[in-house]
């Protein structure tokens, strides 16, 4: 006998709107000699690397705690950004995994969790928990992975669905440009090294990211 399958097409429970999250830039300079930039062996390659790493930890800062007054974006730790963490106390191993259970109440994926980097390895040193593990040096939590970051605050963490609850969109990526000519540069033959990057950092809802401490 034939048989006739029916397939409706079924509406998601999701509503949208639009909210701005404007790209800023994030950006640092300093002034050296003439001399140096000529003398020092690979100064300029060093500058590079390093202005490089400095503007990405400026970076971390703002995505983590930007307040969203122009310039800063708005960063996670920024009002209406998370949900406060409900586990009291102080941070451990039973309350992150209190705020996974939270963050999953949400219908949230728990993909990550972010602590200090002090805070990472005390926990890491001091738990006889059974859920806490590692694998060729890197943490897991109830088999969640864990990261550290020293823009996050001692004693916080950040139990997050970090692939579905933010995008870091590089609008223009971090470079680092020389300028013999900037002031009185030419007359004190001087050197300005900037470095830059402007991104955008929407985040998607209040309830992706449940903190606690911070």
């Excluded at 870091?168 to 900037?194: G, M, Q």
């Excluded at 950092?201 to 990211?209: C, E, L, T």
């Amino acid at each position: 006998f034939p048989v006739t399958i029916r397939l409706e097409k079924q509406g998601f429970d999701v509503n949208y709107s639009q909210i701005l999250s404007p790209a800023q830039w994030i950006a640092g300079y300093l002034v050296c000699s003439r001399n140096m930039m000529d003398d020092i062996v690979a100064f300029s390659s060093y500058l590079e690397s390093r202005l490089t790493e400095l503007l990405l930890a400026a970076e971390d800062r703002q995505l983590l705690t930007g307040d969203g007054t122009s310039p800063n974006i708005s960063g996670i730790t920024n009002t209406g950004n998370f949900t406060a963490s409900s586990a009291g106390g102080a941070v451990t191993i039973n309350t992150i995994l209190s705020d996974m259970g939270q963050l999953a109440s949400y219908k949230r994926d728990v993909n990550g969790v972010l602590l200090n980097d002090q805070t990472y390895f005390d926990l890491l040193v001091s738990s006889t928990n059974a859920a806490i593990s590692t694998s060729n040096g890197q943490m897991y939590i109830a088999g969640i992975p864990v990261f550290k970051n020293q823009a996050l605050d001692k004693g916080a963490s950040i139990v997050g669905d970090w692939i579905n609850g933010a995008n870091l969109i590089v609008r223009d990526p971090a470079r680092v440009e020389f300028f013999y000519e900037d002031s009185d540069n030419v007359r004190k033959n001087n050197v300005t090294v900037r470095v830059e990057e402007r991104i955008a950092f929407p985040i998607y809802g209040g309830n992706y990211f449940v903190l606690k401490g911070g």
